[in-house]
């Protein structure tokens, strides 16, 4: 049954992820790239991380998706985009990306088997124990990672604001 | 019960490198700079999607915090993208990235 479930969410995130590549609709992209995230929140709930599957559900497909689309509308990008790569550039960027691919599963396949997992002790990835670690261990990255959010809400303001010169 | 108990851990690496691969080829096969950026979120994805599973494997909640820093930074990564995306369409009116060679001596 969970084996079943992970080679759909698989192939969905592997279908959708290939969409979102080659469709010439930017908004059409947009779309396909939600459905990507949705099958990757699914893996998320499989692997026992409930509450980052609930924050990856709110954080990209309820916010950056939707500064995605805004960002489409507003520049009226939602037509077919005319311009394309020629053919040439096109097959090296799939040798490219296909070669990478080839090579990580090389390594992997070089690598020795990794041992039995262990066995699970408590839910880890509950907001309790979440919070626990969080808060605690990682007090100061969190603190840092506020600040680097001021920044980039500051600079967006600034880039995005018209000149008045 | 975690999946990461009957499914095999190489299943995951072979599917993040898979959602890796076709965001690097999205990032050379386009030119719109929206799809751009939608690739490079989708290799985030994939180390994030590859970051839970190993946390899940080894029972540490260590990944799953790093999973958290790594969305701040791809919100903030957005945030400021696409506010130079909106100034460059209002300067050269296109999204195309062969435009933006000027940098190019």
New interface residues.
Partial sequence: MTLHLFYFLSFLAILCALMVVLEKNPVHSVLYLVVTFFAIAGHYILLNAQFLAAVHIIVYAGAIMVLFLFVIMLLNLNKESEFHKNNYVKGAAVIAGGLLLVILVGALKGTASLPAPEASVGEIGLVENLGQVLFKQFLLPFEIASLLFLSAMVGAVMLGKRDTK | ???????H???Y???S??????????V?????V??V???I??ML?AI??LL??F????????G??F???V??????????G??????I??NTG???I?VLNKLKG
Wanted: charged letters at 10%; hydrophobic letters at 60%; proline letters at 1%.
């Fill in positions: 019960m975690s999946s990461i108990q009957t499914i851990i190489n299943l690496i072979l599917l490198s898979v959602l890796f691969c076709i965001g690097v080829m999205g050379l096969f386009r030119r719109n929206i799809i950026f939608m690739s979120e989708l994805n994030n999607l839970v599973a946390s899940s494997y080894w029972n540490d909640p260590s799953q915090i999973v958290f820093f969305m701040v930074v791809a919100a903030a990564e957005v945030a400021v696409l506010a130079i995306l909106i100034m369409y209002r296109t999204t195309d062969n």
